[in-house]
């Protein structure tokens, strides 16, 4: 099995940081790309940045400049760096990764169970 754990959310003042850190856990080949997702009450999921497995990323257009994503290899970990938080950041964020779980096989995707971004104003 594989998993991904996020840990890293809370409330937090309009302006403040967060950083959120996702582990992905279990019988693992490799991972190709990563990413966060966000879904606010009522809303859809949406995209909220991206990186490959060689550390190009990629942001949506109300994140950029603000947050910043990375990963660690070694340690199976994508990160979200987020500064200068908006009340309109408040969402749950998702982890997501592309992961081959053997050196024979498919990769898939998978999710991680979310943590709440609050952001009062």
């Known amino acids: 099995q594989v998993q991904l754990v996020e840990s890293g959310g809370g409330l937090v003042q309009a302006g403040g940081s967060l950083r959120l850190s996702c582990a992905a856990s279990?019988?693992?080949?490799?991972?190709?790309?990563m990413a966060w997702y966000r879904q606010a009450p009522g809303k859809q999921r949406d995209l909220v940045a991206t990186i490959t497995s060689v550390g190009s990323t990629n942001y949506a257009s109300s994140v950029k400049g603000r947050f910043t994503i990375s990963r660690d290899s070694a340690k199976k970990t994508v990160y979200l760096q987020m500064n200068s938080l908006k009340p309109e950041d408040t969402a749950v964020y998702y982890c997501?990764?592309?992961?081959?779980?053997?050196?024979?096989?498919?990769?898939?995707?998978?999710w991680g169970q979310g943590t709440q971004v609050t952001v009062s104003s």
């Open positions: 997501h990764a592309i992961i081959r779980r053997f050196a024979i096989g498919a990769d898939w995707p998978y």
């Open positions: 279990g019988t693992i080949f490799s991972i190709n790309d």
